[in-house]
DNA sequence: CCAGTTCTGGACTGGTTAGTCCATAACTCA
DNA sequence: TGAGTTATGGACTAACCAGTCCAGAACTGG
């Protein structure tokens, strides 16, 4: 048998990139082969379609970047964890606004997607989950307020760090992503 | 002079509803047409492209549907003025989640195309600006805790708003999402 | 009713799209 | 080394894309 001559992980990760930072529509198979360094053949032997492929990608993304987020979280004091998950979504000079991948599959996507839509909701239960986690710890050392609901407040998180995700995208300055996120993490206590 | 058979503000409102739920790159001319009831021809020669027709449905979205909210920011009372915008966002069973047109442009076009990034811009300092009045005026009659910077809280709330939009694409209940509008509201004061 | 103007439907184009397929190169294992 | 298997490159297809163009229909003003 002949071996592979490309990771196949490699080359999701690889594809992942220019769609998230292009958009599933706006990026033909030729562009993504081509960041791949794959050839057609090869692409569909692998990933079946470009539609499979863009669920693949998705996958890895959650899995990969929002676990690695969702670890994060439970290191150091639970407020300062939290405004961390805000702080490595906000782009630097060095690393330009690509914004959450699983966001922009939300917005493109999941409205007419159902699969696409199967796997965001998943993400999002998954980011509420580790938000929640690191709300009760933060209520037991008493840095957030103890008296709300650990999910509502989850889910408020959710929702903020997509709001600065957006904005980001939209090319709002660092500084002001930062003060927003301090606003935000204000409201738990 | 032959008059003209449409009403070119009523196939910008029509064309817009569809770009608002399938995207810009996912819709094809002809399936706006169709919406549009519109001949080719007249779509040319009425709007001059395809892009060229999102930058107006955009800029129409912006002044309509955003000038809109603007307005109701100044009716009663500051909180509930600003709680009223969060509400109106948020899908009910009758009115289904399309979330915000401008909010999808951000993330499908605003990176990589120039024009429509100023166009969000311009739209989203505007939406800014109308949280400003309205915390200041909030911030006058005590609703609103006065010692904190109306710019920044402003900011924080067209985040929050953009949040919230992106979950009800997803899917999220309107239960869940007028929560979190609660407790991005309680953050005020 | 007619001249002049404008709108409209539809044919057409050149380019691009995702996806298929096969001959052949490349590798493994015995 | 040679048989067997698999990956690969690239030709190919059919559908679709945005956009152009023009002949003729439809309307106005005189």
Known sequence: MRPREFEPEDVLDR?????????YEATSLE???EAMDLSKSSFYETFGSKHDFMLAALERY??????????????GSAREAIFRTFDCMI?????????????????????????AREKVRQGLKRL??????????????????????????????????????????AGFERKKLLKIAEVTLDALK
């Open 128 to 169: 509420e989950e580790g938000y929640s986690r690191a709300v009760l710890r933060g209520q037991e050392s008493g840095e957030i307020a103890g008296k709300r609901d650990a999910r509502a407040l989850a889910q408020y998180l959710v929702s903020s760090l997509n709001g600065i995700v957006v904005l980001s995208r």
């Open 15 to 23: 594809g992942m990139r220019v769609l998230w930072a292009r958009g």
């Open 91 to 115: 782009p630097t000079r060095d690393a330009p606004a690509n914004g959450c991948f699983m966001q922009n599959c939300t917005i493109e996507l999941a409205q007419h997607d159902p699969e």
């Open 31 to 33: 562009e993504l082969l």
């Open 62 to 75: 959650i899995n990969v970047v929002l676990g690695q987020l969702g670890k994060d979280l439970h290191k």
